[in-house]
């Protein structure tokens, strides 16, 4: 019997975006997988926004439509991604 082939795993990065001030929730902005999950994790250190590895959840943040809001179900994940940011944030000096 042939040996099968180990599942690689494809990459997958969701971007956020969060305005307390005119949002109730963050929202999905860029998702995708494989190559186009790689450029937009390109993007985000190019511009020098804090990245956040969580395969998990952004499986289940993939599966959102873009411009889609979080789901409350999400929230207090997310609330621990956002005190992440803000602790990258601070460290660096921009907050």
């Known amino acids: 019997m042939p040996k ?10 969701t971007a956020l975006r969060y305005d307390p001030n005119r949002e109730e929730a963050p929202r999905v902005i860029a998702s995708g997988h494989g190559d186009v999950a790689q ?3 390109n993007i985000a250190q190019a511009a020098g926004v804090p990245v956040h590895t969580d395969s998990t959840l952004a499986e ?3 599966h959102l439509h873009l411009g889609a809001e979080i789901p409350p179900e ?3 994940v997310i ?3 956002l005190a992440f940011v803000y602790r990258i944030d601070q460290k660096a000096g921009t907050r």
């Open 4 to 13: 099968q082939k180990p599942k690689t795993q494809t990459k997958t990065a």
């Open 39 to 41: 450029r937009i994790l």
């Open 60 to 62: 289940l943040l993939g």
């Open 74 to 76: 999400l929230y207090q």
């Open 79 to 81: 609330a621990e991604v």
